[in-house]
């Protein structure tokens, strides 16, 4: 099984930039598919954005494309997001996630199996 620990959230103002990073431990040479998805108080789930871990390719969500990039680094295990030129609409928490090679660059949920606790960021307006 595969752990994931997010981090870097916090309070940013619009404009501003993060960088979120999700730490990857455990069975790590299972790792396919990973992404970043994020829920705004009483709202659903989102696709924010994926990477393949194998070869790289990326995907993002029409809101974040341009502003966000999505990276890995396979000797320390992470997968960071940079948020650059954030909105207020990006407030949420933000989860990373990963799932098998079935999941590679998918925008659903249900199609990942692992989930860290998540990390919460809030742009002030």
């Known amino acids: 099984q595969v752990q994931l620990v997010e981090s870097g959230g916090g309070l940013v103002q619009a404009g501003g930039s993060l960088r979120l990073s999700c730490a990857a431990s455990?069975?790590?040479?299972?790792?396919?598919?990973v992404a970043w998805f994020r829920q705004a108080p009483g709202k659903e789930r989102d696709f924010v954005a994926g990477i393949s871990w194998s070869v790289g390719t990326t995907d993002f969500a029409d809101s974040v494309k341009g502003r966000f990039t999505i990276s890995r680094d396979a000797v320390k295990q992470t997968v960071d997001l940079q948020m650059n030129s954030q909105k207020p609409e990006d407030t949420a928490g933000y989860y990373c996630a990963t799932g098998p090679r079935s999941a590679v660059l998918s925008t659903t949920p249900l199609d990942y199996t692992v989930w860290g606790q998540g990390t919460k960021v809030t742009v002030s307006s």
């Open positions: 455990g069975r790590t040479y299972t790792l396919f598919a």
